[in-house]
């Protein structure tokens, strides 16, 4: 086995944070000041840019907890590295690329961010992580990287970015309406903290993507394949030691194609019959204007049965209006139209912001 020759203290010689040309010394200087002294946001950056810095071949990162117990897991630098060339290579990034970094530098995302400006010679900003990013950004950026909510609150302003990523969460069939006819380049990800972030992604704003779906491409050097449940399974060397084992229900075009259906963890089996709520819920994205999730509970007759989670004040009336409106969505057969519908003021969420179902479902029903 070659041993790793990465000098992870070498910063690329165009890299700049905030305007300033900064070397190894001076970003060492600078983040044990914005740990010391920053607001929170610049304390994780400044966190983050030590432990880059130091001597270790690994960093910890924190994982959102949306589909387990969040915890913190090792990262390799050497995935890192690859991870942030192979995204400047599929998204044509070279040096002095212009980039925000609008993402907590706490999780995968916002770290990832920080490293490719290192190693691939961006000159980076960054604002504090909020719901509505851009609000006070007066410059044009060629690169920038935002949650789905954070999508759906800078629409306004998303003009300053020539080319957006999008992870954290699917986006929506609404969202994706939104910015059709946008000059962005808006891209929805894929990826977890194991996959070093996105090992694929897919246009959601091209010409083509107006009249069919499109399948998710890979990043160079990342293959696919699915298991025998039909979920997915990626190969990725350059970020990942043995092949990853997800539980993503995929269509698979290709082995550098897929589409994405759902997760087979939250597969319900009512009256003998499996339904993805992922699919529900997008054909229900045009009918609820509120965050909502589909889950089920026990059912003596079904086995299981589907009911509706929405995020919104409850009242008879509105109950009343949606049911009807679900019962004239011809899109839904009989199996997957809900059973039952739950108004609730505020959802649970992961430390990342995603909803989390099962405490949303368990905070309802206790």
């Known amino acids: 086995m070659v041993e790793n020759t990465i000098d992870f203290t070498q910063i690329h010689q165009d890299f700049q944070w905030r305007g300033d040309s900064l070397d190894t010394t001076n970003l060492k200087e600078l983040a044990t000041l914005y740990r010391e002294e920053g607001e929170p946001h610049e304390e994780e950056i400044g966190k983050f840019f030590l ?28 995935w890192m590295f690859n991870s ?57 950026y060629d690169f920038c990287a935002m949650t789905p909510f954070q999508l759906d609150n800078s629409l306004a302003r998303l003009h300053l970015v020539s080319k957006l990523i ?3 969460g699917a986006i929506s069939l609404p969202l994706k309406e939104l910015v059709q006819d946008l000059s962005t380049k ?50 990725a060397p350059g970020v990942a030691d043995e092949p990853i084992i997800t539980n993503d ?11 994405w259906r759902g997760r087979i ?9 499996k339904i993805f709520p992922e699919q529900v819920e997008r054909k229900l994205e045009n009918t609820i204007l509120h965050r909502f999730f589909i889950t089920s509970l026990p059912d003596d007759a079904l086995g299981e049965k589907i009911i509706l989670f929405v995020e919104a004040p409850f009242s008879e009336e509105s109950l009343k209006d949606l049911t009807e409106q679900i019962q004239e969505l011809d899109e839904l057969t009989k199996f997957e139209r809900p059973k ?27």
């Open 340 to 366: 039952k519908i739950y108004f609730v003021e505020k959802f649970e969420e992961t430390h990342t912001g995603k909803i989390h179902r099962i405490h949303t479902l368990k905070a309802r029903l206790d």
């Open 249 to 259: 229900v995929i269509e698979l075009e290709t082995y550098k194609k897929f589409y």
């Open 84 to 140: 942030a060339k192979a995204t400047g290579k599929f998204f044509e990034l070279p040096e002095n690329t212009t980039a925000l970094l609008c993402l907590p530098a706490t999780y995968i995302a916002g770290k990832l961010m920080l490293v490719r400006a290192m190693v691939l010679g961006w000159h980076i900003d960054s604002v504090p992580p909020k719901s509505n990013p851009l609000d006070q950004v007066f410059k044009r």
């Open 166 to 168: 999008v992870g954290g």
């Open 265 to 273: 963890d939250h597969v319900i089996n009512t009256g003998g019959i």
């Open 186 to 235: 808006v891209y929805e990800t894929y990826g977890m903290t194991e996959t070093v972030t996105h090992i694929a992604a897919r246009r959601v704003n091209s010409v083509k993507s107006k009249k069919e779906e499109i399948p998710f491409k890979v990043l160079p050097n990342v293959s696919v394949s699915v298991d025998e449940r039909n979920c997915l399974v990626i190969k």
């Open 51 to 78: 432990a880059w810095l130091d001597d270790k071949d690994y960093v910890e990162v924190h994982t959102s907890g949306s589909t387990g117990t969040p915890k913190i897991i090792q990262i390799r630098k050497e």
